[in-house]
């Protein structure tokens, strides 16, 4: 994006080499896996999606979380986020890539993949994820490019392109709601046939995004000397706060109707979640983790005191960024098949072979974020000198 | 204006070259002569329509087939055929002396036999 | 980067979004019209059914079974992970997880029954499939256009019934013998029960119909009052596998002889 060469460091070089030797594995895997199909993985009859759509419903929300930066920002004024806001832009890019990415290696036929323009069905959710993905990675691209290319050139943005942020905002919300559509109208999932799915994840996303750009900022101002502001800091976890609140709030809301209404359908694959199902509960451990890791982090998120110090919101922000990653990134997906059409508990066991795939696939997105990072951090710090 | 033309258009004019070699060098390979099928004497079309259109019309009577149920075939002479790869066109034409010949000639991957089975194979 | 060619790489990548999106605008308008022939259309006057008496049904005979898979080159993996299957006998407590589970008949509840796609007349499958690989044909068979498939597995996410199939390894691995008259599937795609179209096409009826010596399977046109299937539906009690979910299914089970 940026015309300044890019100096050369060890830190960085290095940090760039190990995420290609990653994704060269994660390819080495992937072809494994085109030449002897996809029962290298752990999907089965019953748990036909595993850990590629997990990660892929997962990386939506993150992409999604950008909005959290752009709607305070260009809607609400807040100009703290200045400095910030093309880095949640970025994240989203490179959010996005890594869902295109992960819905591609799930496929039998990735070749086939044009199928779903050349026979475009309105009917099927999959086609309007398909067109508001990769709208949302186009809005996101030419966003960044052009206020970051502006800001090189000490000009203020084209007047052209706020109309494409305005749009943004709603998009953003839109590629999140359409990828709970995927999962929400399935008749017989009954964990996922829910109305509050969508803005559980949308919650959940808000509060795992912002978290990750935490994380995020804290380590550019480590590494790049590039200091976000204590304010923008601030504000982003109250945004984490009342998200990861709101989370919480929403599961609890699937636990009420599920058990007091008593229905066994409706409480299956919770049960199998938190409890363990038929003598069966692979994921019972990681939920537990999932929920005291998420509860505790917002806790502790709630005194001043406490999330005044970076070390400690760092801490807090990773753990809530694992805690919802546990629960979208692997339990939601996989709990859905369980137990599966014939009320049997089949579970669902990761392959190496997946795990370096999905590897390769984070590799690519944490290297198309460094090298957007170190791009638009230098053309801010120089415009800034 | 070519940005550092003095090492660019060297590697661009070698790699049309390459690009193009297949059609300068002059094949040395014969077009393939398949045996004519002594079951028919006509195709289901005439021989040349066939050689130049045979892959359209077998995507139309997949097509066809699979979701219109439309299973017979009036040819423009009127006769009525099987829309069938296994059933009509392997009934005259043997896979190995026919298909595989022209396309390896034309260096075109077939993919048909990945699903529909050669009966030269199959029946004993 | 030089300027020139940032300005080339932009020109490109706006090119191709502007081209993507109108090609799209293009296909939109005319799948539509498509989807409605190939989806919507109700069936005016065949609509195929089956009702499965498993009181016939004889303990451990699978000739049902047999023919369908060895006609329809249905691999034999080994392993239930990998496994494909369009035909099966599965206990009565499976098969019917909504119903009463309590207090019932002796043996009733591992009772085989046996179970297959249930054709449905608003197909969740139908409906989730991004390429309209899988279509309700106007007679009402959920069918499969395995040249389309991509393989994302929606459908089997969408079937309430796991009546679908994923090839997750290369069919002709385990297929001992093979049957011309039927295309093996290839690794990638979905497959299930077709209500033997291939037949149907042709005036006859479903295999598994034909090879059951007891009368288990009656195959029929639900829409036309006076077949044989709907005398029988008119005179037995019958249920279908969770009809809560209004997929309104084609397959029915005699409850009682």
């Given at each position: 994006m940026s015309n300044t060469p890019i100096k050369g460091n060890v830190a960085y070089y290095s940090w760039v080499g190990f995420l290609a030797l990653v994704i060269a594995l994660g390819f080495a895997a992937y072809l494994r896996q085109l030449d002897q199909g996809l029962t290298l993985t752990g999907m089965g009859r019953d748990v036909s999606w595993g850990v590629y759509i997990a990660q892929f419903t997962f990386m939506v929300g993150v992409a999604a979380s950008a909005v959290m930066l752009v709607l305070p920002y260009y809607l609400h004024d807040f100009k703290h986020f200045g400095r910030i806001v093309v880095l949640g832009e970025f994240l989203a890019i490179a959010a996005v890539v890594m869902c295109l990415l992960f819905v591609v290696v799930d496929m039998g036929k990735p070749m086939r993949v044009l199928n779903v323009i050349l026979y475009a069905t309105p009917h099927s959710m999959l086609f309007w994820d398909f067109i508001v993905l990769n709208g949302y990675l186009v809005i996101n691209i030419l966003c960044g490019h052009v206020a970051l290319t502006a800001e090189k050139k000490s000009v203020p943005p084209p007047a052209w392109i706020k109309p494409v942020i305005y749009l943004s905002i709603p998009w953003a919300f839109s590629i999140h709601t359409v990828t709970a559509f995927l999962l929400a109208?399935?008749?017989?999932?009954h964990l996922w046939l829910t109305a509050i799915l969508a803005p559980r994840f949308l919650a959940s996303a808000f509060a795992a995004g912002p978290s990750l750009l935490i994380l995020l900022a804290l380590l550019v101002k480590k590494v790049a000397n590039f200091d976000a502001g204590k304010e923008a800091l601030s504000k982003l976890t109250t945004i984490v706060i009342y998200a990861g609140l709101a989370n919480f709030f929403f599961v609890g809301l699937e636990f009420f109707t599920a058990f007091y209404s008593n229905i066994p359908s409706h409480m299956h694959s919770l049960q199998y979640l938190y409890f363990g199902l038929d003598g069966k509960g692979a994921l019972v451990p990681f939920m537990w983790v999932s929920t005291l890791l998420g509860v505790g982090a917002l806790f502790f998120l709630l005194f001043p005191q406490t999330r005044k110090n970076e070390k400690f919101l760092a801490l807090a922000c990773a753990a809530l960024f694992i805690s919802l990653w546990i629960d979208k990134g692997i339990g939601l997906i996989l709990a859905g098949f369980i137990p599966n059409p014939f009320d049997e508990v089949i579970e669902y066991a990761v392959t190496a072979n997946e795990v370096a795939i999905t590897l390769g696939i984070w590799a690519i997105g944490a290297l198309i974020l460094s090298m957007l990072y170190r791009a638009a951090i230098t053309v801010k710090k120089a415009w800034e000198d | 204006m070519i940005y550092n033309a003095k090492v660019v258009l060297p590697i661009l004019i070698l790699f049309v070259v390459v690009l193009t070699y297949p059609f300068w060098q002059g094949g040395t390979e014969q077009r393939p002569e398949p045996q004519k099928p002594a079951k028919a004497a006509q195709c289901v079309e005439d021989a040349a329509w066939m050689r130049a259109n045979h892959m359209q019309l077998l995507d139309r009577w997949r097509h066809e087939v699979v979701r219109k149920q439309e299973r017979s075939y009036t040819s423009t002479r009127g006769q009525v055929f099987e829309k069938?790869?296994?059933?009509?066109?392997l009934d005259c034409h043997q896979k190995s002396d026919f298909c595989d010949k022209c396309h390896a000639y034309a260096s075109v991957k077939l993919v048909c036999f990945n699903c529909h089975l050669n009966p030269e194979l199959v029946e004993p | 980067m030089s300027e020139s060619r940032r300005k080339f790489i932009q020109q490109v990548g706006g090119g191709l979004v502007g081209l993507s999106a109108i090609s799209l605008l293009g296909k939109f308008t005319e799948v539509e019209a498509t989807a409605n022939t190939e989806v919507?259309?109700?069936p005016a006057q065949i609509r195929w059914g089956m009702v499965v008496d498993m009181s016939k049904c004889k303990e451990g005979c699978t000739d049902c079974v047999q023919v369908c898979h060895s006609r329809h080159n249905v691999p034999d993996h080994g392993n239930a992970k990998d496994e494909i299957k369009w035909i099966w006998k599965a206990p009565y407590k499976n098969v019917f997880?909504?119903?009463?589970?309590?207090?019932?008949?002796?043996g009733q509840l591992e009772k085989p029954f046996l179970t297959l796609c249930n054709h449905c007349d608003e197909p969740p499958c139908v409906r989730v499939c991004p390429t309209q690989a899988t279509f309700r044909r106007p007679d009402g068979i959920v069918q499969m256009d395995f040249h389309r498939c991509i393989g994302c597995r929606f459908c089997m996410a969408g079937c309430?019934?796991?009546?679908r199939s994923f090839n997750w390894r290369d069919p002709r691995e385990n297929l001992k013998q093979l049957d011309p008259h039927f295309p093996t599937r290839e690794r990638g795609v979905v497959e299930k029960c077709n209500f033997c179209a291939e037949r149907i096409d042709q005036g006859l009826n479903p295999l598994c119909q034909e090879a059951c010596k007891e009368g288990v399977i009656t195959f029929g046109n639900?829409?036309?009052?006076?077949?044989e299937i709907r005398k029988l539906l008119g005179e037995k009690r019958t249920m279908q596998r969770k009809t809560e979910l209004g997929t309104a299914p084609s397959v029915f089970y005699v409850v009682e002889s």
């Open positions: 109208g399935l008749p017989g999932r | 069938s790869l296994v059933n009509t066109c | 919507k259309d109700k997880t909504s119903k009463s589970h309590r207090y019932q008949q002796q309430p019934y796991g009546s639900l829409n036309d009052p006076n077949s």
